[in-house]
Each structure stands twice: as C-alpha cells, then as structure tokens.
C-alpha cells in the first residue's frame, strides 16, 4: 500500500540516500499505526522542508551535547552555599537576641 502522496514522493526523491531510506522506511511505520495519508504525507514533507529528518547513528550522547551544563550546576552549588551561609547568618544572630 503506498501512503505517501506525490508531494511527499518527490520531497523524498529530492533527499540524499539516507534520509531518502529513513522516510521510505516511514511509510510502512505509519501505515502499522493507523495514520491516514495527507498527515503521513505532510509529516515527511515537513521533515524534507525543515531538514530535520534523524541522523543515523546519532544516538550516543558526546561531550557537546553537555555544553553549558557543567557550569549551570556549579552556580546552582554556589547559590546554594550563599543560602546556607545568610541561613547561618540568620541563626546566628537569632541566638544573640536569644540570649539578650
């Protein structure tokens, strides 16, 4: 059963090899889960247009992924020192009218 409209036919056909396999394997995926032709279809013309089908093998997780993270959880451990040291302060200082 073919699925894909002539539109998404020829955004496939103007795909390198890859991505071309990626979108045909696609049809067959979206028939076995019941999706109509017109939004399988504008789901591959979409990923054509927008150039955003899957890259093979792009699973794994590298270094440049983590960009910026490290450093977000280091000022988040900064900021949380500052808590517990006006915490500190503010005990502190408790205690001193405490015992006033």
Request: aromatic content about 8%; glycine content about 4%; charged content about 20%.
């Amino acid at each position: 059963m073919k699925l894909f409209n002539e539109q998404a036919l020829n955004a496939i056909s103007n795909m390198d090899s890859a991505d071309a396999g990626y979108c045909n394997k696609l049809e067959q995926r979206f028939a076995n889960l019941g999706i109509c032709s017109k939004t399988a279809s504008d789901a591959v013309c979409t990923l054509a247009s927008e150039d955003a089908v899957p890259q093979v093998g792009s699973w794994a997780a590298t270094p440049s992924m983590f960009k910026g993270i490290f450093g977000k959880k280091a000022k988040s451990h900064t900021t949380q020192n500052a808590v517990e040291v006006a915490f500190d302060e503010v005990l502190a200082s408790s205690e001193v009218l405490a015992a006033e």
